[in-house]
């Protein structure tokens, strides 16, 4: 069968949610991809984020075979080892203190909700509680999640959806104040902002909400779905502030390519939120999953993947401004570590589908934002690569 017979198929049998790019990826090689007619693609996307180890990691393929020869499942009635590890592995690197592993970045939000929820029911005795997120946020499909989205025309379909959620402006303290009600239980947000737009969060936004949150008592949970992972530079984005959340989220690259997601919490909100009865799942953290997560936790730390990303973003970055200053219709360059954003007065779409016809994988944010999220793994002649491949198509549209 031919691409054009793979389209028609896959469009006759899904339901249609997304609209394509014409291309039937078939295998991955290192930064790159190959589509069934064989052309190959350099990698700027990553699957949104999720391939932080490339396409041929040795080890990552290997523990996952091993995994799958020994045992991929056995339900959360039992324990297992491999998760076991994961949990151990992912609490270190996020010096929280429980942790429970999910299928999703949605499903992870979901969860650090309840965990909101149920933290402030059992201290206040009442479950009127309200939850601040921001406008332009984005936190998955699911309708708890969706709840928290911050875009009216994702919401607008499904409504009612979950009650009692207020938004307030990402970056603007003043706004968040503005919503603060002696029912406010948490105030959720992503670090940096991806689908949005790419918005790091300021220092004296993250500053000023964790102040607020320690004072009234208020629960700050960190969507670090698609800004963790060693992606900005750190393990997690928030590593960068000073502060600490009390429920954080974490999916995308986790698994590097296994659904898996995560929220995890600190003992001071584990001990009065979640028990037996609240929360289950039957995949969640099962034994395969479990050894793609220690694995790529094991593999990030041998192979210094977070210093390799600081070492490559600031060529990566200076690149980029470079490339914003050259034309007149990219209007600003923004980003952190390996998740970088150009803003496009030319319409994204035809960008990003230009770039595919040059052998280049980017992907849009927000209605206006070029989105960069690589590999981890990326080296300086990749950064060349897909310079040189944004130009040309860059120079003629
Ligand atoms: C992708 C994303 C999600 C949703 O994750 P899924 O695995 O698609 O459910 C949630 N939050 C952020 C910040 C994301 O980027």
Known sequence: MNKEIYMQHSDAALLHTYNRFPVVFDHGEDVYLYDTDGKKYLDFAAGIAVMALGYSNAKYKSALKNQIDKLTHTSNLYYNVPIMEAAEKFLKVTGMDRVFFTNSGAEANEGAIKAAKKYAYTRDGHTDHEIIAMNHSFHGRTLGALAVTGTE???????????????????DLESVRAQITDKTCAIMLETVQGEGGIYPATQEFMDGIAAICKEKDILLIL?????????????FAWQHYGIKPDIMTSAKALGCGVPVGAFAMTQRVAKLSLEPGDHGSTYGGN?????????????????HIVDHVNEMSAYFSEQLDQVAASYDFITA??????????????????????CLQEGLIVISAGS???????????EKKHVDEMIEKLRNVLDRI
């Open 287 to 303: 034994p395969f999953v479990g050894a793609a997560v220690s694995t790529v936790l094991d593999i990030m730390e041998e192979e």
């Open 223 to 235: 969507d670090e779905v698609q800004c963790g992972m060693g992606r900005t530079g750190k393990m």
């Open 368 to 378: 206006n934002v070029i989105r960069m999220v690589p590999p981890l793994v990326i």
């Open 153 to 171: 025309h994702y919401r607008e379909p499904f409504e009612p959806l979950m009650g009692g959620i207020r938004f307030a402006d990402f970056n």
């Open 333 to 354: 360059h923004r980003g952190i570590g390996l998740m970088q954003g150009l803003v496009s007065e030319k319409p994204v779409g035809t960008i990003a589908s230009e």
